[in-house]
């Protein structure tokens, strides 16, 4: 073999016998005696879950061969197994890694309501997306939450035209529909780049909310960390760190997905803070957006934090949009019967309210046909993750040990024929039936948060506020 100009032949040599190397059993051993080691430690340190009745397979390892290594493809079918079975208690069901303990809706509030540091969101979080490696962001370092919660919610009338105006716009290019003229369309993709155009003229403003390239970043990004994260939970957390090294050159793309964000984002986050130094906390034109008020609240001057924590914001956001946009669209669909109470629904509010967010509260219809959506396909399995930080007995008496990870069977609960008349019939008004005969303003709006609905949660830590 000839060496490469400007290699030392006995450069080569060396190359050359590690290749032989990594070509050898021993790294394959060297592996696979990692793996049992670490999947040995996970089950030593895993709480004593006996007194919990299981549902399917009875092992994490039966589990990985029953799910070929996928750890979604058989949760509906157990979880809802274990709903019908154990109604007035709780269940597990085996994942890859480790148990689930789905608990009853009487547990409900009982949960929502204690302490992040007793069962907290944020560690069970962590646990699926792995973010201090696959976002570079600590799971406790959230304080982007106030800013939706409040921030977000005091702009949303001011922020609604603009909104609109981008919501109009990507119709017209994504959908480009023309009066009479049947085409056809993938509704997923058409819906996440309108989801991706909407959220990013709320995060980032104009021109960048426009640009097809940082879309399609975002776009692309939830796949990419889930497949990171699925890797390295096979690792203990201690052991976490240490794999990472190898794992952020391997397994992640923290580090060019950060230099991508950052090509877009840079020269925004510049531009603002020559203005801000210059011009304090006010200047002609200044943005109205998510990115400046994480810049205006100064608990983060990194450009590359800041570059990360909008990434990681659009990873939260456009897939769970995009998802019940979709959804309601296909249901439209199929049920074209409903669409001229809709539009004439709409074209009425708007005549009297105009294109407002007192318009969006008029429009009972359009809001159950949304709500209905969720509650009939939803956006999970199961809501309200949790992992128990320290040993917890619930009110009913349920002991939940150290290290526990809690959910609750949404999908099931939303189907269920105690709370929901006809709940495996799809019934657009249902909502809107229900708010006209109760009489009462919001309890049964789209974005109420209530135990019967969880798809934006439910305590402290809802997706609305």
């Not at 919660?149 to 702009?155: A, E, F, I």
């Not at 209905?372 to 917890?392: C, H, N, P, W, Y």
Request: glycine letters at 4%; a negative charge.
């Amino acid at each position: 073999m000839t060496a490469p100009r400007g290699c030392w032949p006995n450069q080569l040599l060396v190359n050359a016998h590690l290749m032989d190397f990594l070509l050898t059993p021993y790294l394959v051993a060297g592996i696979c005696a990692a793996l049992v080691v670490a999947c040995s430690f996970k089950l030593l340190r895993r709480p004593n879950l006996d007194h919990i009745p299981v549902v399917g397979p009875s092992s994490l390892l039966a589990s990985y061969w029953f799910t070929k290594g996928l750890e979604v493809d058989h949760t509906e079918r157990f979880v809802q197994e274990g709903y019908d079975k154990y109604k007035s208690r709780a269940f597990r069901v085996a994942s890859l890694t480790h148990w689930v303990v789905y608990l009853h809706r009487s547990h409900l509030q009982d949960v929502a309501m204690t302490p992040e540091d007793h069962l907290s969101f944020n560690h069970a979080a962590d646990n699926a997306f792995r973010t201090e490696y696959t976002f570079g962001l600590n799971i406790n370092d959230d304080y982007h939450l106030p800013l939706i919660r409040l921030t977000l919610s005091r702009n949303l009338s001011v922020l609604y035209a603009d909104l609109r105006d981008e919501i109009v716009a990507a119709c017209n290019e994504y959908l480009d529909l023309k009066h009479n003229e049947w085409k056809t369309i993938s509704a997923v993709q058409a819906t996440l780049k309108i989801a991706s155009r909407a959220s990013n003229r709320i995060l980032v403003g104009l021109p960048l909310c426009r640009d097809s390239d940082w879309l399609d970043m975002n776009i692309n990004l939830p796949r990419a960390v889930v497949d990171e994260a699925r890797i390295l939970r096979l690792f203990p957390s201690f052991m976490v760190p240490s794999v990472s090294a190898v794992a952020l050159l391997f397994v992640t793309n923290l580090s060019e997905r950060t230099r991508l964000g950052f090509v877009f984002l840079g020269p925004v986050i510049k531009e603002r803070l020559q203005h801000m130094e210059a011009e304090g906390t006010d200047w002609d034109n200044k943005p109205n957006d998510f990115l400046q008020w994480c810049m205006d609240s100064k608990e983060e001057t990194s450009l590359t934090s800041l570059t990360r924590r909008i990434i990681a914001i659009n990873f939260a956001g456009i897939h769970t949009t995009s998802n019940t946009f979709s959804e309601a669209l296909l249901n439209l669909a199929e049920n074209p019967q409903y669409a001229q109470a809709l539009r004439e629904e709409v074209e009425a509010v708007v005549s009297n309210y105009g294109w407002t967010k007192e318009a969006l509260s008029k429009m009972r219809k359009v809001d159950s046909f949304l709500k209905e959506t969720q509650r009939f396909e939803g956006l999970s399995v199961l809501g309200l993750s949790r992992k128990a930080m320290s040993d917890i007995t619930l009110a009913d008496g349920t002991f939940i040990p150290q290290g526990t990870f809690l959910a609750f069977p949404a999908h099931a609960m939303h189907h269920d024929d105690a709370v929901y008349e006809n709940p495996n019939m799809f019934k657009p008004f249902r909502f809107a039936d229900m708010r006209n005969k109760e009489f009462e303003g919001s309890r049964h709006q789209m974005v109420a948060i209530t135990p019967d609905l969880l798809s934006f949660g439910l305590g402290r830590h809802t997706w609305w506020a």
